[in-house]
């Protein structure tokens, strides 16, 4: 959707507005999130288990 506005804006002469609105989420069950977050990973190429807690704290 990057640019979306910008060609919405184009094409009306600057006339039309767009945005959007959150439709809302569920909570993953917490025995499902470490599967989800792999598989996740795995698709961006990086390691398949996150970062621990010491990585972050030092950023």
Not at 47 to 59: I, R
Request: proline letters at 5%; aromatic letters at 12%.
């Amino acid at each position: 959707m990057i640019g979306f506005a910008s060609a919405i804006r184009s094409a009306t002469g600057g006339k039309a507005i767009w945005n959007s609105e959150n439709a809302g989420y569920q909570r993953v069950p917490y025995e499902l999130q470490a599967g989800i977050v792999a598989k996740i990973r795995e698709r961006k190429g990086l390691k398949p288990e996150p970062y621990d807690e010491s990585y972050y704290a030092s950023l």
